[in-house]
């Protein structure tokens, strides 16, 4: 059974950082291509973003330069460091595969005051 507990947010004010966990079990991790997605309130959850089995990297343009992606396959856990933090970051964020198929975790929620 595939499980993904995602952790570390909370309320910062604008400008500030945070660092989000996702832990991973009931799968072969290390080969996946692994994602960040979140979703704002009225809004349809979208890619934030991404990070291949060999560690290339992509971002959606609002996170650009401010977010950064990584893993760590001996733990199968994948992180995002989040600097500069803006209002419109406030979100409830969750991991996955790219594809999405892997059941939803909890999420995170992530609240930016400005």
């Known amino acids: 059974q595939v499980q993904l507990v995602e952790s570390g947010g909370g309320l910062v004010q604008a400008g500030g950082s945070l660092r989000l966990s996702c832990a991973a079990s009931g799968l072969i991790f290390d080969i996946r291509t692994m994602a960040w997605y979140r979703q704002a309130p009225g809004k349809q959850r979208e890619l934030v973003a991404a990070?291949?089995?060999?560690?290339?990297?992509n971002y959606a343009d609002s996170v650009k330069g401010r977010f950064i992606i990584s893993r760590d396959n001996a733990k199968n856990t994948v992180y995002l460091q989040m600097n500069s933090l803006k209002p419109e970051d406030t979100a409830v964020y969750y991991c996955?595969?790219?594809?999405?198929?892997?059941?939803w975790g909890q999420g995170t929620q992530v609240t930016v005051s400005s």
């Open positions: 990070i291949t089995s060999s560690g290339s990297t």
């Open positions: 996955n595969r790219r594809d999405r198929t892997y059941p």
